[in-house]
């Protein structure tokens, strides 16, 4: 009876939604696992090669028939579809996470992309980066496309925690973006424990953004006086 008070209702909750997501810490947001399964056949008398074709070959059949959607070698998703906009895009980092587990590797998010998740930059990011312990490659997820860097143990440096991530946005914002304001907005997203960590970890970080940090700190606690 009322349409334009349930469209302003509407556009009011959607604006505090948006106000709301940026100042999450990101430590509050839920660490989710995409659902694995694994599948154990017996064939008595058969040769490994004659195994892995037939599987390969039923793998194909639903890929072909759009059940599947085959990622790399060995890892499949199951694709998502919604009424209103058919496929859904699959999560680039849960698909990374999947990765990382099936080859062993310390992957972590770098650059734009580090910086996006922690809602430091508010850049659509074209291309998904990530350092990787394993070799550089690129990994194509439906249509979008992810880069795997290799990096040096000092790169992971706190490696998929809410301080890596932070370490990692800070790098590629740089000195001339970074001020006493970011790292402070650092600080709020990924909550007290995880920022400890990143204070800690000078070791793995350039000499500006060290300095900016302890500056940082001793300002908030100047101010805090």
């Known amino acids: 009876d009322r349409p334009r008070l349930a469209i302003v ?4 909750i959607m604006i505090a939604g948006l106000l709301a997501i940026r100042a999450i810490p990101v430590a509050q947001f839920p660490d989710i696992v995409p659902p694995q399964v694994s ?21 194909s ?9 085959r990622v790399r ?9 919604s009424r209103l906009v058919g ?24 650059g734009a992309t580090a910086a996006h998740q922690l809602g430091l930059t508010t850049q ?15 990994v194509r997820i439906g249509r979008t496309m992810v880069k795997l860097r290799h990096a ?3 790169q992971l440096a706190l490696a998929n925690t809410p301080a890596g991530t932070a370490l990692a946005a800070l790098r590629y914002l740089g000195p001339q973006a970074v001020t006493e304001r970011t790292v402070m907005q650092v600080r709020g997203r990924i909550g007290e424990r995880q920022f400890a960590q990143l204070r800690n970890a000078t ?11 302890w500056h940082s700190c001793k300002g908030s606690r100047t101010h805090h006086r």
């Open 152 to 154: 040096s143990a000092r």
């Open 39 to 59: 599948v154990t056949t017996a064939y008595p008398g058969a040769a490994a090669s004659v195994v892995e074709a037939t599987v390969a070959q039923a793998l």
């Open 203 to 213: 070791w793995a970080m350039p000499a500006w953004l060290s300095d900016e940090i």
């Open 124 to 138: 659509v990011v074209l291309s998904h980066v990530y350092r990787t312990s394993g070799r550089s490659r690129d």
């Open 87 to 110: 496929n859904v895009p699959a999560d680039p980092g849960a698909v990374i996470r999947v990765i990382a587990e099936s080859t062993g590797e310390t992957i972590a998010p770098a």
């Open 73 to 81: 070698r060995g890892v499949y998703m199951r694709p998502r579809r």
């Open 61 to 69: 059949r639903l890929v072909r028939e759009g059940a599947l959607t």
């Open 9 to 12: 209702i509407s556009v009011i």
